[in-house]
């Protein structure tokens, strides 16, 4: 069974500094991975996609896919306290008819 | 550029009933794939819709049934509704052939 394996948290990060955030899938198959933000009560916001090995940045986020370690991590720069949230890990094995694989998601807390 | 819409925001049926519900694919999408969100996990996928036929499905049993129109919009429909069934359900759009997925703001069903 494909499964996407997140720690469930809650991770408590100060202001101002790097949180990161850490996904295993077990698909060695896959091959697209995205990175969700949840806020509580609403809806999953897509924040990152990332396809090949290495990082890819886009603002204060950083996203970072090692397929030989079957390994995906988001790092979010300068925290801020509307970056507290759940993080969602999510995993298409296919070529996206299977569905998103999802993670249980990591609750993230930045303290002021 | 419109969004991901669903309706209702919110629903409560009893345990037996039916239910129907719906969504409109962002702009430009013609794929539609919905997911099942318990509290307190993340989005398990049902199935999704290209073309109006279904052409992917998740580990859901048959009582979970969907159409999609030739507008690109989509219902899912829930027979014989279970306790078990109380969760956020989302409806996700993506483009054919690319599979970056979009989701609409959810559709909270309560079964008493």
């Known amino acids: 069974q494909k499964e996407v394996e997140q720690n469930s948290g809650p991770l408590s990060v100060p202001e101002g500094a790097i949180a990161s955030l850490n996904c295993t899938y077990s698909?060695?198959?896959?091959?697209?991975f995205f990175w969700y933000r949840q806020y509580s009560g609403k809806s999953p916001e897509l924040i990152m996609s990332i396809y090949s090995n290495g990082d890819k940045e886009d603002g204060r986020f950083t996203a970072q896919l090692n397929k030989a370690s079957q390994y995906v991590s988001l790092l979010i720069r300068d925290s801020q306290p509307s970056d507290s949230a759940t993080y969602l890990c999510a995993v298409n094995p296919g070529g996206g008819a299977d569905g998103l694989t999802f993670g249980k998601g990591t609750h993230l807390i930045i303290q002021p | 550029e419109t969004g991901v819409t669903q309706s209702p925001t919110h629903l409560i049926k009893t345990r037996g009933q039916q239910v129907t519900l719906r969504c409109s694919s962002q702009s430009g999408h013609n794929t539609v794939s919905w997911y099942q969100q318990a509290l307190g996990q993340g989005p398990q996928f049902i199935f999704q819709?290209?073309?109006?036929?279904?052409?992917g499905r998740g580990n859901f049993p048959p009582r979970f049934s969907g159409l999609q129109f030739p507008n690109y919009s989509s219902e899912l429909n829930v027979n014989a509704l279970e306790l078990d069934d109380s969760a956020l359900y989302l409806c996700?759009?993506?483009?054919?052939?690319?599979?970056?997925?979009?989701f609409g703001p959810g559709t909270r069903l309560t079964v008493l």
């Open positions: 996700a759009s993506s483009l054919a052939g690319g599979d970056t997925q979009y």
């Open positions: 698909d060695r198959g896959s091959q697209s």
């Open positions: 819709y290209y073309r109006e036929e279904e052409n």
